[in-house]
């Protein structure tokens, strides 16, 4: 029994760290997500327009007591990073949802909205099995972690640290 305890702690910690080496694929690029103004883009076309400078990628929703917890860290990580581009990607279930709490929190960076949220397809896309979830990209567009969790910024700044200017 004691083993069997041992291996699910060590399973646990494993899978809540920042994981590196994963390439977003080429259907999450595909993957269509709604604009503040209600436009339509792709999760391609989010990447495409930030090449260039690295990117902080949060995906979140305004029900999830763990993304409300993190914000304050995040907020720290955007002044001390301000080099630094912030993508944020709501799982709300609604985009008046997703509005009011941008507004609510004052969430800066650049939001998008995704339909259908963490079981949709852009969830499925990324295997996404635990929000906050962060992803870094760096300036040429490769990227650097592929899931970090609100519980691994000193992870997420140094890695920020190694991009910035």
């Known amino acids: 029994m004691k083993k069997f305890i041992a291996l699910l702690a060590a399973f ?11 390439e977003i694929s080429a259907e999450a690029k595909a993957e269509k997500m709604t604009t503040l103004d209600g436009k339509t883009t792709t999760f391609g076309e989010v990447l495409e ?40 990607i709501s799982m709300d279930k609604t985009d008046e949802k997703w509005k009011q709490g941008i507004e609510k ?11 259908g949220g963490m079981k949709g397809s852009f969830g499925k896309s990324i295997n ?17 972690t592929f899931r970090a969790i609100e519980t691994d910024f000193d992870a997420i700044n140094t890695t920020l640290k190694s991009l910035s200017k």
């Not at 646990?12 to 994963?22: E, V």
């Not at 305004?62 to 944020?88: H, R």
């Not at 929190?105 to 339909?115: A, C, T």
């Open 12 to 22: 646990g910690l494993i899978s809540c760290t920042a994981q590196t080496g994963k």
């Open 49 to 88: 327009a930030h090449k260039g400078k690295p990117v902080l990628i949060e995906i979140w929703a305004s029900w999830c007591g763990d993304c409300v917890k993190a914000m304050p860290k995040f907020k720290e990580t955007q002044s001390q990073f301000p080099d630094i581009d912030y993508v944020l």
């Open 105 to 115: 929190h004052e969430l800066k960076g650049d939001h998008y909205w995704v339909p």
């Open 128 to 144: 996404l099995d635990w929000i906050p979830r962060y992803m870094i990209v760096d300036a040429e567009g490769k990227t650097v």
